[in-house]
């Protein structure tokens, strides 16, 4: 208080000499509530009722409020009612909608061009007319003559997408076959390849075991994003939101959102990983015989789809299981500047690794710049016209008005460089990941040159433009390059590096950039800011709350990062008491 009246005396003192004409005392940060201040318990119970499941209390919740004796009953009646939101399938659902709000990401477009969508990279299966000698029979896409051939072969088969039914399968599309020969040599059944409008398996190939190399999509009619019955793009767009959900569902810690091993998904989900693994050059999810069967499945999954066998379940799975590219280990290191062997893959890193992330932002500065800003609250803005700059040369980190900002994007940029696009199909590229399994990088690939690509087209020229050796985003020698090619896709921070004010662990990809989020603290610091904004009303000032936000970190720290006990603190502060 004494410190407060000096404050006002000097603003009074430096105002009658005009030299501060609208100079206040400070407000303290989050201050005690004024009695006469309070919103009433009634209100109080339909703000936190409302904040946890989106629908006002019961009328019986309130009856029980107004019949309480005193105020301590009334306080235990609200904390009650919070404790009974917490549990209620209603929040799962409101903790999705604010995930999408937080972690919001495009559409999963990858393989798609306007008129077309290929990204579930699968022979695509089309339903045979009502005219024609097998009508309602599957066929596959590259035998678009067998619905009226009398002699093609039926067979029934339970799919990966609608377990615990049958279809019908007309062709070899239902059959066995695993390789058939091309003009190129034996072709494995079990990789796709782009077409104009559809994607397909070679002509005389099966299907495999539970159609698991198809899709019963095409290309123009899987263009859509907004049924989660058949449009399989909608679910990776839901999964960063969905995990968020599953996190504070299942009491997991939020740091797993960038550093977990695992994701949940439904079956339309799993069979992207399943299919991007297949390409990548993976069999071993073939033998999985259990990814698409919910009832075979004890892994956690969300509350509003409890039936044992529903495909739609967003259910847990570590993602090394469907993807043997994605890695589960948490410390896994390469460095291709010493070594000519590829990686074994990249190591998972929750919503930094997940398809619909990766693909929806295209690029990895883009990646870096939209990761900093979800989640550290980073913000890119133009410098100050007074800064002075060195002259650009040849890199945007160490020369031109650029660097302000890419002296900590490339930084960042650097864990996220293997995503790429255009592998299988030159109409629409494909998600792949570069320098690992059948996708190796070499120096012929690199030059966009005829046979693999014109010089304008291509993630093979792109690279070699942007990824320059001896910038700080490609931090190689020319000599390394000659040596083996790939050292353009280093994507672990040189120890020298520093990111958020932290040095990296030597772990290679999107896992090392979440580590250093979490080990900064700038994860929990910018989740209790979005919380808080959220449940509480109003956004923190980094700059005049700094103390507040870390005191509220720490207490999301100390309660082991889970989300309910933190969200029922913010539910009873002060400040929620006064209507703000």
Known sequence: ??????????????????????????????????????ISHTRMLRRVTLALTGTTPTAEQYEALVAAPDDAAKEALI????????????????????GHEWLGIGAYTTGAQ?????????????????NTTHAGKLYG?????????????????????APGTMVSVVGTAGSNVRQVPTMNGMRDCGLAEGGYYDPALADGCGCGTNLVWCSPLSGLGGGSNHDLFRAQRRHPYEEPARLFAHLAWHDRPLSDLVTGNYSVGTNWLRALYVRQGRQQGS?????????????????????????????????????????????????????????????????????????????SFPRER?????????????????????????????????????????????????????????????????????????FRTTAAWL??????????????????????PDTLMTPVTAAQVTANPEAVLL????????????????????????????????????????????FVGRDLDPAAEKLYIDKLAAELVAGDRKLRPFIKKLLMQPELRRGL
């Open 447 to 468: 030059s966009g040159q005829y046979p693999h690509g014109p010089e304008s087209a291509g993630p093979g020229y792109r690279w070699k433009v942007a990824f320059r």
């Open 491 to 534: 994507d672990t921070m040189p120890q020298s590096y520093t990111l958020l004010g932290e040095h990296g662990d030597g772990t290679m990809g999107p896992l090392g950039f979440g580590k250093i989020l979490v080990k900064s603290g700038e994860l929990d610091r910018c989740a209790a800011r979005r919380l808080y904004a959220h």
């Open 141 to 161: 896409n590259w035998q678009q003559m067998v619905c009226n051939d009398a002699a093609a072969p039926t067979t029934m088969h339970e799919p990966w997408w």
């Open 366 to 438: 883009v990646r870096a710049a939209r990761f900093l800003e979800t989640f550290a609250c980073a913000s890119f803005s133009p410098p100050p016209a007074s800064v002075q700059f060195p002259p650009y040369v040849d890199d945007p980190a160490k020369g031109g008005t650029c660097m302000h900002c890419h002296q900590t994007l490339d930084p960042a940029a650097i864990f996220f460089k293997r995503w790429d696009f255009g592998a299988e199909s030159y109409y629409v590229p494909w998600p792949f990941m570069g320098g690992v399994g059948r």
């Open 1 to 38: 208080m004494l410190r407060l009246t000096l404050v006002a005396a000097l603003c009074s003192s430096f105002a009658a000499r005009a030299q501060a004409p609208q100079c206040a005392p400070p407000t303290p940060t989050n201050p005690a509530v004024d009695t006469k201040d309070r």
């Open 283 to 359: 069999a071993v999810s073939d033998m999985n015989t259990t990814w698409w069967k919910p009832a075979a499945d004890t892994s956690p999954r969300d509350p509003m789809h409890p039936t044992a066998n529903d495909p739609q379940a967003w259910r847990e799975f570590v993602v090394e299981d469907l993807n043997p590219f994605f890695r589960r280990s948490r410390d896994y290191q390469f460095d291709p500047r010493t070594t000519t062997q590829p990686p074994e893959g990249l190591p998972s890193a929750g919503v930094l690794t997940m398809i619909g992330s990766l693909s």
């Open 114 to 130: 306007g008129d077309a969508y290929q990204g579930d990279m699968s022979g695509h299966l089309f339903t045979c007319g009502a």
């Open 79 to 98: 904390s009650q009612a919070v404790d009974t939101a917490l549990q209620s399938p209603k929040f799962y659902e409101r903790m999705v909608k604010f």
